[in-house]
C-alpha cells in the first residue's frame, strides 16, 4: 500500500484494473516526488469510510431508521407501464400473481427496485432497468418514465442509468454517519433476534441472514479523498475485493457502476444476478466520469450502496464492503489486469532430493504472454514487453522480450481498446518444483515499452489425474485429505483478516489436511497468497451452474484471476442443486478460454457431468455409488468434493455423555473413510474444518457445528481424530503429508461422563491413576477408545498411549480442575509455532489472535462462563472482536467483552497505526484520506512503538496481561512472509 512507481511492480495480493483482477507486492520500487508523474501508484483505499445502515434520505436525520414502506396498495406507486415488453436485467424475486410482484418491488424500495415485470410462466422479475425486447408475455409497470417506452418497440436495447438518490449527492450531510475501517461486513454487528424475518420475505421462516438469527439490511457507504493533481492523463480506478451483494457505486453524485444483481454487471440480461456476484473482485474507473476533482480543485465523494438483501437463504454470507478496496493510478497504456498470465510446463525426469520437505527440481519450460489496453480514445500505441522470471532469493533465472503489437485507439472514453502479446517460452534447466513439502515461489515481472510493469507470482509443478489411481504431483501419489470452508470467522463474520486466515490455514495442516475448496465461491485472493505459501492445494469453485451471462462471466472472472496460484489444481462449476443448470457446456468453454491448464468438477449430486468436466464430484455419497461408478468408469478420476456432516462441540471439563461423544467419532471416522480408503478416489474435502454463522438448525443456536475447531477457533475433539489419522498415522515421506510436525503421536484424551474418551492411532492405551495401572484397552484401526476410571478422586490420570512394539508414543495427564481464581492470555497469531509469524504488521489491518483461559491456581482450565474484559494499555491497537465459539452465544460480536464458553474466550486486537512503506508513500496516502484518523492513523512519527500490551481482566479472578511486538517491516513479517517461513518455525499445535 503507498506509493510505488514501476521500474518494477510485484504482484502477489490482488489489484484490479476495472477489466479484472491482478496481484500485487511491493518490492523494490524507486520513489519519485510527489511533484513528478508516478508509472503505477497504488493506494490502500480502506481507512475513513462514512456509513449508514439503512436507506438514507434528505428528511431523514442519520440516526433515524427508514420507515418500512407502505405498500399495502402499490396502485400509484408504479405510473408509468412496463407491459408488453420484456426488461433485461432483473432478478428473481417472490410474487404468485403481478399484485405480489408489485407489492415485492415496493418492499425492496426504490433505489433497489424501479421496475416490476410479472409473466405466467417465469413468474416475478423486480430491480432498476430499461433494457428492452418485445416480448407480450410479460406484465409490468415502474415508478417513473426513466427512457421506458410507452409501448412495445421493436429495435436495440434503449440505454438507461438510473437517477442517483440523495446520500450519492457530494452536497449530503453525513457528518453523523459512522466512520468505519474496511474490511466491513456490517451484517456481523447486529443482533440476534430470534424473531428476525426469514431470507425468502414476509412469511418465511425466521432465521434472518443464512439462518444466523442476524437482520440483512441494506446500507450506505460513503468516502471522501482527493486525488493528486499529477494524476491528471492517467487511467484511475478503484479496485474492491468483494462486496455483498447488489452494488451501485457513485462519483461526485454521478452513477459509475452496478455489480452483482444490477443490469451492466455483465451482459445486463435477464437471470443476471449469477448466485456469485457478491464474491467477484471487480473495478470502478473514475478518471472517464462527468466530474472528478485533481488537487486542490476539490473533494471527491465516492458513494457505495450496498443491498445483501438477496443471498444462499442456508448459510451466512455478511453484507457490505467485507473486503479490501486499492486505489489505482495506471498510465493510458498498460497490461490489463489479470492480464499477465503463466503456464509452466515440466520437461524432464523430476529429480527428488529426498524428503519432501526437501523438495525437487526438474527442467522446465514456463510460456507467457501480457494482454494490454489502450485506454486513449485519440491515437493507436505500439506496445513490447520483456518477460523476466525471478526465483525465491531474487535472482533472475529467465527472460525473454516480445515482438512488438499495434493496440488501436479506444473505441470510446469507457472501453478500452485490448490486445495481447504473443506466447514467449523460456526455459529452466533446473526448476525448483512447487509441492505440499516445498511450496517453492517464482516471480514472472513483465515490463512494457511503455513503462507500465505488472508482475504475479507462480510455482512450477507437473500434475496428472488417472482413474485407478487419483492425483499426482510431480510425479508423486497425492491423497487429498481436505476440509471444505464457508469464510466466516467469529466476531468478524465475513471480514476475515489475513493473519486470521494464516492461523486458519495452519490450522488445517496441524491436523493432517493438504487441501482447501472454496464452498461455494471464490475466496479473498490473499487467501490463495497464503495457500502458494503453505502447501494447501485448493478447489477453486462458483456456486451456481446456469447458462446466464452473469454466471458464465463470473466463472470466467474466477478462472481469469486466480489461474496464476500453484495451490489451485482444479475448478469446481458449482455446488450441489447447483449443478442443476444448464450452462455446462458454457461454463466449460469459458474456464478452457482462460486456463487450459487445469481439470473441472462440480460438487454433484447424482448428476454425470461428462463430457463438461474432467473429474467426477460426489457430494456425500454412500461408498458403494463410488465402487459402482468406478466400475462403470474406471478411467474417469473420482472426487469426494463434499463429505461427512457430523456436528460436535467442545466438550465440557465435566463431561459430556459418553454417547454423544462416541457417537460423533463414530461418524467422523466412518464417513471420512469411506472414500479416503479407496484407492481410485483423489481424496476428501470434508464439511467442514472450521464452524461458520448461520446454517444453525433452528433457535437458541446462530451458527453451525460441522467444524472440527470452532467459530471462535479453538479445536474441538473431533479435530484430534483426523489428527491421528491424517497426520500422525501417515509416513513422514507420503507426498501429501504437511511438513513441519515431525512424527506427531497423538494421544489425546477427555472426560465424558460414563469413560474416559481416547483419541489415538496407536493400537493400545493404558490408563494410570494416581501412579498406578488401573485400565489397559486396545483400539482398533480409526476406532476411540474408552477408559473407566476405578477412583473418581484421583488427583492424577494419566493416559499412556503404546505404539505397535510396545513403545510410549504419547501420553497425556488430566488433573481436577479447582475453583476459578485467575485468567491466562496468550497468542495464537502471532506465534512462530503455530506458524502465524513473530510479529505484527503496522500496517493499518493486521490483527492478533488472543486466546483466555480461566484457570485453577495450578493453572487447570476451569468449566467457566466468568465474562472477560479485554482492554489496550498501551501501544497502536484496539480491541476489533470477541467471541468464544458458543454456537449459542447471543453476545454482540464487536464488543470489548466476551464471557468464556467452556473456560475460553477469544480477542482479536487490530493495530491502529500505518507506518509501513516509505515517507513518501505514506505522505500520498494521507493526502489523498480525508478521514483516516477514526480508527488507523498514518504517521510519520518517530520512533515507532514496538509492541502492544492487551489486559484481560474479569470480576473476582486475576487478571493477566500479553505483549504483541510490532514491526514496519511488512516483507520481513508481514503474513506472507510468515507462511514462507512457518516451515523453520512449526513446533507444536
Known amino acids: 500500500s503507498g506509493r510505488i512507481t514501476c521500474d518494477c511492480i510485484c504482484f502477489t495480493t490482488p489489484f484490479s484494473t476495472m477489466f479484472g483482477v491482478i496481484t500485487l507486492l511491493l518490492i523494490g520500487c524507486s520513489e519519485r516526488s510527489l511533484a513528478g508523474l508516478t508509472q503505477h501508484d497504488v493506494v490502500t483505499f480502506d481507512y475513513g469510510w462514512r456509513f449508514y445502515l439503512g436507506t438514507p434520505g434528505p428528511t431523514l436525520p442519520p440516526t433515524t431508521p427508514p420507515p418500512t414502506p407502505n405498500c399495502s396498495d402499490v396502485s400509484g406507486t408504479f405510473p408509468v407501464n412496463a407491459s408488453g415488453v420484456e426488461l433485461l436485467g432483473l432478478q428473481k424475486a417472490k410474487g404468485a400473481t403481478p399484485s405480489e410482484c408489485a407489492k415485492s418491488c415496493c418492499m425492496l424500495g426504490p433505489y433497489a427496485c424501479w421496475v416490476w415485470q410479472f409473466h405466467g410462466t417465469l413468474g416475478c422479475w423486480v430491480g432498476d432497468t430499461a433494457n428492452k425486447g418485445v416480448n407480450d408475455g410479460w406484465i409490468g409497470a415502474s415508478r417513473g418514465n426513466r427512457t421506458l417506452p410507452p409501448s412495445p418497440t421493436p429495435g436495440p436495447p434503449t440505454p438507461f442509468m438510473p437517477v442517483s438518490p440523495p446520500a450519492a449527492s457530494p452536497s449530503f450531510d453525513d457528518s453523523t454517519w459512522q466512520l468505519v475501517d474496511l474490511p466491513h461486513d456490517y451484517i456481523v454487528l447486529g443482533e440476534y433476534d430470534p424473531n428476525t424475518p426469514g431470507d425468502q420475505g414476509p412469511g418465511s421462516t425466521p432465521g434472518g441472514a443464512g439462518r444466523s438469527y442476524l437482520p440483512r439490511e441494506v446500507a450506505f457507504y460513503r468516502k471522501h479523498f482527493s486525488l493528486p493533481e499529477e494524476w491528471q492523463g492517467s487511467t484511475i480506478w478503484i479496485y474492491f475485493e468483494g462486496v455483498f451483494r447488489a452494488t451501485e457505486i457513485f462519483l461526485n453524485g454521478e452513477l459509475v457502476r452496478l455489480h452483482a444483481a444490477h443490469p451492466g454487471d455483465a451482459s445486463g440480461e435477464r437471470g443476471g444476478i449469477g448466485m456469485g456476484g457478491g464474491y467477484t473482485s471487480f473495478s470502478v474507473r473514475l478518471d472517464n466520469a462527468s466530474t472528478v476533482f485533481y488537487g486542490s480543485s476539490g473533494t471527491n465523494v465516492l458513494g457505495v450502496y450496498v443491498d445483501p438483501r438477496e ?22 497504456v498498460h497490461i ?28 522446465a519450460t514456463v510460456s507467457v504472454k501480457a494482454d494490454f489496453v489502450n485506454m486513449n480514445t485519440a491515437s493507436q500505441a505500439s506496445a513490447s514487453v520483456r518477460f523476466e522470471v525471478i526465483d525465491s532469493e531474487g535472482s533472475v533465472v529467465g527472460f525473454a522480450e516480445s515482438q512488438t503489437v499495434t493496440i488501436a485507439p479506444a473505441p470510446d472514453k469507457s472501453k478500452p481498446s485490448t490486445r495481447p502479446s504473443e506466447w514467449v517460452t523460456m526455459s529452466l534447466a533446473k526448476s525448483e518444483l512447487w509441492s505440499v513439502g516445498r511450496p517453492y515461489i517464482y516471480t514472472l515481472r513483465a515490463t512494457v515499452n511503455s513503462g507500465d510493469s505488472w508482475n504475479t507470482t507462480f510455482g512450477i509443478h507437473s500434475t496428472r489425474w488417472t482413474g485407478d489411481k487419483g492425483f499426482f504431483l510431480n510425479d508423486e501419489h497425492v491423497k487429498v485429505r481436505g476440509f471444505c470452508d464457508h469464510s466466516s470467522f467469529g466476531g468478524v463474520g465475513m471480514a476475515i483478516p489475513d493473519r486470521v486466515n494464516l492461523y486458519r490455514a495452519q490450522a488445517l495442516r496441524s491436523v493432517g489436511g493438504n487441501g482447501w475448496r472454496m464452498s461455494h465461491n471464490p475466496p479473498a485472493p490473499e487467501l490463495l497468497d497464503i495457500l502458494d505459501r503453505v502447501g494447501v492445494v485448493a478447489m477453486d469453485e462458483t456456486r451456481i451452474l446456469n447458462s446466464d451471462n452473469t454466471s458464465v462471466m463470473n466463472m470466467g472472472a474466477m478462472v481469469k484471476r486466480d489461474r496464476n496460484h500453484p495451490s489451485v489444481i482444479i475448478y469446481s462449476y458449482c455446488n450441489e442443486a447447483g449443478c442443476g443448470g444448464t450452462g455446462a457446456a458454457q461454463f466449460r468453454n469459458i474456464t478452457l478460454m482462460y486456463d487450459t491448464t487445469r481439470p473441472t468438477l462440480g460438487n454433484a449430486e447424482n448428476k454425470f457431468m461428462d463430457p463438461y468436466t474432467d473429474v467426477e464430484g460426489f457430494s456425500h455419497s454412500p461408498t458403494s455409488a463410488f465402487t459402482d461408478f468406478n466400475a462403470q468408469f474406471p478411467n474417469r478420476p473420482k472426487f469426494a468434493s463434499e463429505c461427512c456432516s457430523c456436528g460436535s462441540q467442545r466438550s465440557s471439563t465435566q463431561g459430556t455423555s459418553l454417547e454423544a461423544e462416541q457417537g460423533s467419532l463414530s461418524c467422523t471416522a466412518e464417513q471420512s473413510n469411506r472414500s479416503n480408503a479407496l484407492d481410485f478416489m483423489v481424496g476428501t474435502m470434508v464439511w467442514t474444518l472450521f464452524d461458520y454463522y448461520g446454517e444453525s438448525g433452528g433457535w437458541p443456536h446462530v451458527s453451525s457445528s460441522y467444524g472440527q475447531i470452532d467459530l471462535a477457533g479453538f479445536l474441538k475433539n473431533t479435530a484430534y481424530w483426523y489428527r491421528a489419522w491424517w497426520l500422525s498415522a501417515v509416513p513422514l515421506g507420503d507426498a501429501g503429508r504437511p511438513v513441519g510436525f515431525g512424527a506427531s503421536p497423538t494421544c489425546h484424551a477427555y472426560m465424558a461422563r ?25 483400539i482398533p484401526p480409526l476406532e476411540t477408545g474408552v477408559l473407566q476410571i476405578q477412583n473418581h478422586g484421583s488427583t492424577n490420570i494419566t493416559v499412556v498411549c503404546v505404539d505397535g512394539t510396545g513403545d510410549t508414543a504419547a501420553s497425556t495427564t488430566l488433573t481436577p480442575a479447582g475453583n476459578a481464581t485467575a485468567l491466562e492470555i496468550t497468542l495464537d497469531a502471532p506465534n512462530e509455532q503455530l506458524g502465524t509469524g513473530s510479529v505484527l504488521v503496522l500496517d493499518g489491518h493486521d490483527v492478533a489472535l488472543l486466546r483466555v483461559r480461566v484457570v485453577d491456581t495450578n493453572g487447570t482450565l476451569v468449566d467457566s462462563s466468568a465474562n472477560i474484559t479485554f482492554t489496550v494499555t498501551a501501544g497502536p491497537g484496539r480491541v476489533l472482536a470477541t467471541h468464544n465459539g458458543d454456537p449459542q452465544c447471543h453476545e454482540p460480536n464487536q464488543a470489548s467483552w466476551q464471557s468464556a464458553f467452556i473456560g475460553l474466550a477469544r480477542g482479536i486486537v487490530q493495530v491502529t497505526e500505518h507506518r509501513v512503506g516509505s515517507l513518501a508513500q505514506r505522505e500520498l496516502l494521507a493526502s489523498i484520506d480525508k478521514d483516516s484518523a477514526h480508527a488507523t492513523v498514518i504517521t510519520n512519527a518517530s520512533p515507532g512503538p514496538t509492541s502492544i500490551t492487551v489486559m484481560a481482566s474479569s470480576p473476582g479472578l486475576a487478571s493477566a496481561s500479553v505483549s504483541i511486538p510490532v514491526s514496519v517491516d511488512k516483507d520481513q513479517h508481514g503474513v506472507l512472509a510468515a507462511a514462507t517461513a512457518s516451515f523453520n518455525t512449526l513446533q507444536s499445535w
Open 754 to 778: 460414563g469413560g474416559l474418551m481416547v483419541i489415538t492411532e496407536s493400537p493400545t492405551v493404558k490408563l494410570f491413576e494416581d501412579g498406578s495401572l488401573t485400565d489397559t484397552e486396545s
Open 311 to 332: 443471498g444462499s437463504g442456508w448459510f451466512y454470507e455478511g453484507g457490505g464492503i467485507y473486503r479490501k478496496t486499492y486505489l489505482h493510478s495506471a498510465p493510458t
Open 336 to 363: 490489463d489486469t489479470d492480464g499477465l498470465v503463466v503456464r509452466s510446463n515440466v520437461t524432464s525426469l523430476v529429480n527428488a532430493r529426498g524428503p519432501s520437505a526437501l523438495g525437487a527440481t526438474a527442467a
